[in-house]
């Protein structure tokens, strides 16, 4: 009887430990899937805003300042892309942008720009 109260015990215990494992890995996928939407839903907005600021410089008739407003985007989405590049290899983001440019992705990697910590943007109002 001890023997099969044995077994049982540990057949529950296994069940138990599986049950708990799967619950945890669909609690982790569940979470990661929302801190991505998450995440996108951001990126998304502040684009936005950053796009209405652009086109508010247009609208008002000062397309120098659009375009030292767009290119601070860009120096600022290249420092981004080349601290990811220096702290991360993946094969997948170094294909999509080797496909997508004529900059090497060694000059990505290495990219530092010279506006230092803090910058004026120009004003379109």
């Not at 936005?48 to 247009?58: A, F, G």
């Not at 997948?92 to 910590?117: A, H, M, P, W």
Request: hydrophobic residues 35%; positive net charge; aromatic residues 8%.
């Amino acid at each position: 009887m001890k023997k099969k109260s044995a077994i049982i015990t540990l057949a529950i215990t296994l069940v138990l430990v599986l049950a708990s494992y799967r619950f945890g890995i669909k609690v982790t996928t569940e979470e990661y899937s929302n801190a991505l939407g998450e995440t996108q839903a951001i990126l998304a907005f502040n684009h936005m805003q950053r796009y209405k600021k652009i086109l508010k410089c247009l609208n008002n008739k000062k397309p120098s300042e659009a375009a030292e407003k767009l290119k601070m985007d860009i120096v600022t989405e290249k420092e981004l892309i080349a601290n990811y590049l220096s702290e991360n290899e993946s094969e997948s983001v170094s294909k999509y942008i080797s496909l997508r440019t004529k900059e090497t992705l060694e000059d990505l990697k290495n990219f530092k720009s010279n506006r230092g910590q803090s910058w004026r943007e120009p004003s379109c109002k």
